[in-house]
């Protein structure tokens, strides 16, 4: 059995599934619009150069998370999930998924978008096994607006990933090959780390890098 990893925003989906949600908060009137949308823009802008701090992002997001009730949250991710996820997702990517996951593979979507937000996603293109920063809740269920555990940005994928693979008594080095499919060079740690990183409609500094040492590009979108 091989190892899939799979990133999500621009890799899997056309879009940042994150910046999105901000976007379709701001169309519903949850957040005042001007200041939402600054530090949306604020935020993704850092996210692309590579600059951003994951933990007083989170801690932004999950700050917002946590002005609603979570019958609320989950009733507008219902409609997050309709009117924008769903028509994001391609042909290709599921296609891709598919192969790996016919050949028995070990297939999980590790992503520094927090689980709320992507949960429902990897249902969708269904992946059993996802890898994402988790909000701490209430035993209720509801959302704090703190950070439960170190955020899965950067080296926190590697983190991470080896953290679950230890659970299954299992390291990278256990599977023959180890894919990671990713359009971002924030994930360069690990993608330095498996067999076969693939840069997926990758963006111009992972281009390079992947150019630099020839790994294999996919531009999954490009198929459509």
Do not use: C
Not at 95 to 113: C, R
Not at 155 to 178: C, E, I, Y
Request: proline letters at 7%.
């Amino acid at each position: 059995m091989n190892l899939a990893l799979f990133d999500l925003d621009h890799t899997l989906l056309p879009i940042d599934s994150d910046y999105e949600w901000g976007q379709f908060l701001i169309r519903i009137g949850a957040v005042d619009p001007d200041a939402f949308e600054k530090s949306n823009a604020e935020w993704f802008a850092q996210y692309q150069a590579g600059t951003l701090d994951p933990v007083k992002y989170l801690e932004f997001a999950f700050g917002t998370l946590a002005k609603f009730p979570r019958k609320q949250l989950d009733t507008w991710h219902q409609q997050f999930m309709q009117q924008v996820i769903l028509p994001s997702i391609t042909p290709a990517a599921r296609a891709l998924l598919q192969k790996h996951q016919d050949a028995g593979d070990l297939v999980a979507i590790i992503t520094a978008t927090n689980s709320f937000v992507t949960e429902p996603i990897a249902k969708a293109l269904g992946v059993d096994i996802l890898i994402a920063s988790d909000p701490e809740t209430t035993v209720d269920g509801e959302i704090t607006g703190k950070l439960d555990g170190t955020p899965t940005y950067g080296p926190g994928k590697v983190t991470h990933t080896k953290a679950w693979l230890a659970t299954m008594d299992q390291t990278l080095d256990s599977f023959p090959r180890s894919f990671f499919y990713s359009d971002s060079h924030n994930d360069l740690p690990l993608m330095m780390l498996v067999t076969d990183p693939v840069a997926t409609n990758p963006n111009a500094k992972l281009k390079a890098h992947a150019d630099a040492h020839g790994w294999p590009i996919l531009n999954l979108f490009d198929a459509q």
